[in-house]
């Protein structure tokens, strides 16, 4: 059975970077071909995708936080790390560490996920 368990600070002030770290239990993320994913979920809004680190250690992230976003990984610890810089209030979120099958082109589906972090940007 796999385990996905976020770990991170749950306050961040503006303008700080946002660091959140996910440790992975019951299987290696280095196994083909599952792709690490972060997915956050504002106040009543709805899910949001990151980015993703694939098992072969490449990187991905949406668009629209591209320019923010470092996903980093220890595979002697097993877990995958989120960065995003440059935080304002409309960060704070609920944020989800995942993994992810691809379906089919740029379509995945995630079937394990830890319990998620709540992170609040505020001074």
């Known amino acids: 059975q796999v385990q996905l368990q976020e770990s991170g600070p749950g306050l961040v002030k503006p303008s700080q970077t946002l660091s959140l770290t996910c440790t992975v239990s019951?299987?290696?993320?280095?196994?083909?071909?599952?792709?690490w994913s972060w997915i956050r979920q504002p106040p009543g809004k709805g899910l949001e995708w990151i980015g993703y680190?694939?098992?072969?250690?490449?990187?991905y992230y949406s668009p629209s936080l591209k320019s923010r976003t470092s996903i980093s990984r220890d595979t002697s610890k097993n877990q995958f790390t989120l960065q995003l810089s440059s935080v304002t209030p409309e960060d704070t979120a609920v944020y989800y560490c995942?993994?992810?099958?691809?379906?089919?082109?740029?379509?995945?589906?995630?079937?394990?996920w830890g319990q998620g972090t709540q992170v609040t940007v505020s001074s």
């Open positions: 019951g299987g290696s993320i280095t196994t083909n071909y599952y792709y």
């Open positions: 995942a993994r992810g099958t691809r379906v089919a082109g740029s379509r995945y589906e995630y079937d394990y």
């Open positions: 680190i694939a098992y072969s250690g490449s990187t």
